[in-house]
């Protein structure tokens, strides 16, 4: 890798810290990802994007921002990033996957509280991510308490915006969520300083559309048995589409999607046929949580699909392209996102109805629920969940965790145990 300390410098990096950071990582990497038996070749782009995780795309990032362009972090799922791209801005996703993070958030935020939380935070504090101090604003929405509360921190540290999203699912909650779509348009404009013209939006929504149709076209190809993707390697694309070029991201899925395809016609698989299949559904796995997967995945069975927002959520149902007019597509995204079944919604039976879908789609034994800790709208909706299940007859194991190594032993005995049973 290039040496990127000057880039990192002019940042306002903090190059101590952040060089204990960059030392953990290729060990859990080569741990988790390139100890796998067999591999698409084409994950060697995915690879060489985790290598370069604070270099190549900081630099354009930086390039980008040399030449006036302006970037925006976001949070969550609901964020339109057609917006972003329509204004000529870059999104990237900012959740902190990473324990490092969590000590870090706790100096500022209290140690009850979910770790995506406080590593998101913890990243900004610490000024050890340079994808943080790359924005120009940060865009945080209501939704859990958790976040809510925490722009008012990070505040102290970056420019925030927040997006009010409904709790509920009303027409008017609609009609609501496309004036908070048309607010957030305006402040876009104003910080890149470009308008935002039906033309353009369109735009955004077919290139938007085409990476939500990538994925799902990658997940699509993990209903075969034998599976020709570990879900290890299939969440690492899904985490790296929220902070990836776009184009270039569609151009390399692609080509991954065409290769795992040859091998499903082939029979060909990364985990022998017949191994149990794993749903898991739940909290967002942000970069680099690969804690839960690794877990299932050395301990006989496969992950063929996530409900989650760095899973289904965030690809499913594409927002309809036939609108001409600024307000007509205003419309169809407003539409689009409240179709999102997240947990800080009541009611949410609509994520319920997803998951007995997507289990019988992808033909699971077994569903994994998993929670991190102090989500309670996950945690609660976890009865639901498992009373459905149970109905369908398919066997559910709740997992909550952090991303602390302390309860590994402990979550691997549960897991075990489960897909035991499962055979
Ligand atoms: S649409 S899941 S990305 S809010 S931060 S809710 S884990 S306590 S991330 Fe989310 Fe948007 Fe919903 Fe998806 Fe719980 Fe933690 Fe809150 Fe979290």
């Known amino acids: 890798m290039p040496d990127y300390r000057e880039l990192w410098k002019t940042l306002g990096v903090d190059l101590e810290k952040h060089d204990l950071l960059c030392a953990a990582l ?6 988790t990802y390139l100890s ?6 084409a994950m060697n782009y995915f690879n ?8 190549l795309r900081i630099q354009e990032l930086a390039d980008y921002r040399a030449g006036g362009g302006k970037v925006f972090g976001t949070f969550c799922v609901f964020v339109p990033d057609e917006i972003i791209l329509a204004a000529k801005g870059i999104g990237i996703g900012l959740c902190g996957g990473s324990q490092f993070w969590v000590p870090e958030g706790e100096k500022v935020l209290p140690r009850a509280l979910c770790p995506l939380i406080k590593a998101s935070v913890g990243a900004a504090v610490s000024r050890t991510c340079p994808y943080f101090l790359s924005c120009d604003l940060l865009v945080g929405e209501t939704t859990c308490d958790g976040k809510k509360k925490a722009w008012e921190i990070l505040e102290e540290f970056a420019p925030v915006y927040v997006m009010n999203l409904p709790q509920m699912k009303r027409d008017k909650d609609v009609a609501d969520w496309k004036e908070e779509i048309k607010a957030f348009l305006n402040k876009v404009e104003e910080i890149t300083g470009n308008k935002v013209t039906a033309e353009a939006l369109a735009r955004a929504i077919q290139l938007t559309n085409r990476r939500r149709q990538v994925l799902m076209r990658l997940y699509e190809a993990r209903k075969a048995d034998p599976v020709p993707i570990s879900g290890k390697d299939a969440l690492l694309v899904s985490q790296i589409a929220f902070y990836d070029d776009p184009q270039r991201f569609i151009a390399k899925t692609t080509e991954l999607c065409a290769e795992i395809e040859e091998w499903a016609r082939q029979g060909k698989g990364v985990f022998p046929a017949g191994t149990p299949r794993i749903l898991v559904t739940g909290t967002p796995m942000a970069i680099p949580n690969w804690k839960l997967h690794h877990i299932i995945e050395t301990s006989g069975a496969v992950v063929v699909c996530e409900e989650t927002c760095t899973g289904t959520r965030y690809f499913e149902h594409l927002v309809p392209e036939g609108a001409s007019t600024l307000e007509g597509q205003i419309e169809s995204l407003a539409e689009r996102y409240l179709k999102i079944n997240c947990a800080c919604f009541t009611p949410n039976t609509g994520r319920v109805k997803d998951i007995l879908r997507l289990a019988s789609e992808f033909r699971v034994d077994g569903v994994v629920y998993y929670n991190l800790p102090f989500c309670h709208t996950y945690n609660v909706e976890y009865r639901m ?8 007859g398919i066997p559910v194991l709740q997992i909550e965790t952090d991303y602390g190594e302390e309860d590994l032993g402990q979550v691997r005995n549960r897991v075990e145990a489960f897909i035991e049973m499962l055979k």
């Not at 290729?26 to 741990?31: D, K, S, V």
């Not at 060489?48 to 270099?55: D, K, S």
């Open 26 to 31: 290729p060990g859990l990497y080569e741990n």
């Open 36 to 41: 796998q038996n067999v591999r698409p070749e």
């Open 48 to 55: 060489l994007v985790v290598a370069e995780i604070h270099g």
């Open 385 to 392: 969940v498992e009373k459905a299940l149970k109905e369908a």
